[in-house]
């Protein structure tokens, strides 16, 4: 009895250290990753900028997407001009102030097809939405200095008022000065944490 309760132990240990060890850990590479946005001006162009500080992690196992979690500041929004980058940053939209720091934390992962499907936690202004986020998996592959990297790439839409970013100027004639649907763009590439070290 004593022994087969031995077996029994050892077989469960085995099996988590073979679950801990398919799991692997990237970390984003920012010099190759992309996060930007894009918003109607007028109702006749869209403005395109993104954020140039952030830091994620995502984690595969035996090649599923199990986790993605990302960090921007808002501080480093860039749309090419000062002014408006200011004003994004002011309590009108960001409030970066208060609320200086953009989350992304997934709660769970679907499978669909060929993409994976992020069900997560977005977090801006202090308010919290669940997401859904499909996204491709590229790769694994080794670099040319033998490091494995990833890549995740994946659109979004969501409407800036849900988050409390309720600017709303108008012309005369009614046309919205910037538009309430916020699409988002990832294209993102990261290392793996514990490979080429």
Do not use: C, W
Not at 148 to 170: C, H, P, Q, S
């Amino acid at each position: 009895m004593r022994t087969k309760l031995m077996i029994g132990f050892a077989s469960t240990a085995l099996l988590l250290m073979g679950t801990a060890v398919s799991a692997e850990t990237y970390s984003v590479d920012p010099a190759h990753t992309s996060l930007a946005f894009s918003v109607r001006h007028l109702g006749i162009s869209n403005v395109r900028g993104h954020f140039g500080e952030f830091a994620g992690t995502i984690v595969l196992d035996q090649g599923a997407i199990k986790k993605a979690d990302a960090t921007m500041q808002v501080k480093s929004i860039d749309t090419g001009v000062k002014q408006r980058d200011d004003h994004l940053r002011s309590a009108d939209f960001f409030d970066a102030t208060k609320y200086p720091v953009i989350t992304f934390t997934t709660k769970s992962v679907e499978k669909k097809d060929d993409q994976f499907v992020l069900i997560a936690d977005f977090t801006i202004r202090g308010v919290t939405k669940v997401v859904r986020l499909p996204v491709k998996l590229n790769g694994p592959i080794k670099d040319q200095d033998g490091k494995t990297r990833i890549g995740l790439e994946g659109k979004l839409t969501i409407n800036r008022k849900d988050y409390g970013m309720n600017f709303d100027a108008v012309l005369k004639t009614g046309v919205a000065l910037v538009g309430e649907e916020v699409s988002i763009e990832v294209n993102i590439e990261a290392v793996q944490q514990s490979d080429g070290k």
